[in-house]
T-cell receptor
Framework: EPEVTQTPSHQVTQMGQEVILRCVPI?????FYWYRQILGQKVEFLVS????????KSEIFDDQFSVERPDGSNFTLKIRSTKLEDSAMYFC???????????????FGQGTRLTVV | GENVEQHPSTLSVQEGDSAVIKCTYS??????FPWYKQELGKRPQLIID?????GEKKDQRIAVTLNKTAKHFSLHITETQPEDSAVYFC?????????????FGTGTKLQVIP
């Protein structure tokens, strides 16, 4: 069964450093998302991406965050200058096959645990 | 935007008993309600979902109900087993054309006591 893959599984970075989290969505999906889950809390929407541009973003997704689809397969989340409060699990997700334009579930990757020290 | 409330935050049941988790949502335009099970340190896994044109759906020991008028939806797990222990999230989405921005509830930590 196809799945969303994320790398790395765990990233430790110093405060103020830039990090890039990588995701490979399911190959024929059209919509891509990033979510964040601070330890012990709920999963929160960050941003969605469609047709090479951001379609929606939350108030969490400020100027320190950016997303990119640099090639036909990868979808990245960049945090320019990490803060301690950015420590969380970041989940990538994708939805909707090209040949089925209808409500379908979003498939989640296994997550990247980001620790800012 | 959408707001999803979930209760209880923790739930302990004896093995074999039933567990019920309840959620409410605020946006009447939401039309898709997935439920996710998340084990410690892992991704949310879809266990069942229901669409707004359906009032109830069942899959083996798991059932979901939806009351659109009251904006309530619930997860029912019967004959609970220790492996059902996890955090469960309800969610709501008003996706169209395959867009699925999901708003999660606050989660319920279910503990099934053997």
């Amino acid at each position: 069964e196809p799945e969303v893959t994320q790398t790395p599984s765990h990233q430790v970075t110093q405060m103020g450093q830039e990090v890039i989290l990588r995701c490979v969505p399911i190959s024929n999906h059209l919509y891509f998302y990033w979510y964040r889950q601070i330890l012990g809390q709920k999963v929160e929407f960050l941003v969605s991406f469609y047709n090479n541009e951001i379609s929606e973003k939350s108030e969490i997704f400020d100027d320190q965050f950016s997303v990119e689809r640099p090639d036909g397969s990868n979808f990245t989340l960049k945090i320019r200058s990490t803060k301690l409060e950015d420590s969380a699990m970041y989940f990538c997700a994708s939805s909707s096959r090209r040949d089925i334009i209808m409500n379908t579930e979003a498939f989640f990757g296994q997550g990247t645990r980001l620790t800012v020290v | 935007g959408e707001n999803v409330e979930q209760h209880p935050s923790t739930l302990s049941v004896q093995e074999g008993d039933s567990a019920v988790i309840k959620c409410t949502y605020s946006d009447s335009a939401s039309n898709y309600f997935p439920w996710y099970k998340q084990e410690l340190g892992k991704r949310p896994q879809l266990i069942i979902d229901i669409r707004s044109n359906v009032g109830e759906k069942k899959d083996q020991r798991i059932a979901v109900t939806l009351n659109k008028t009251a904006k309530h939806f619930s997860l029912h797990i019967t004959e609970t087993q220790p492996e059902d222990s996890a955090v469960y999230f309800c969610a709501a989405s008003k996706g169209s054309g395959g867009y699925q921005k999901v708003t999660f509830g606050t989660g319920t930590k279910l503990q099934v006591i053997p």
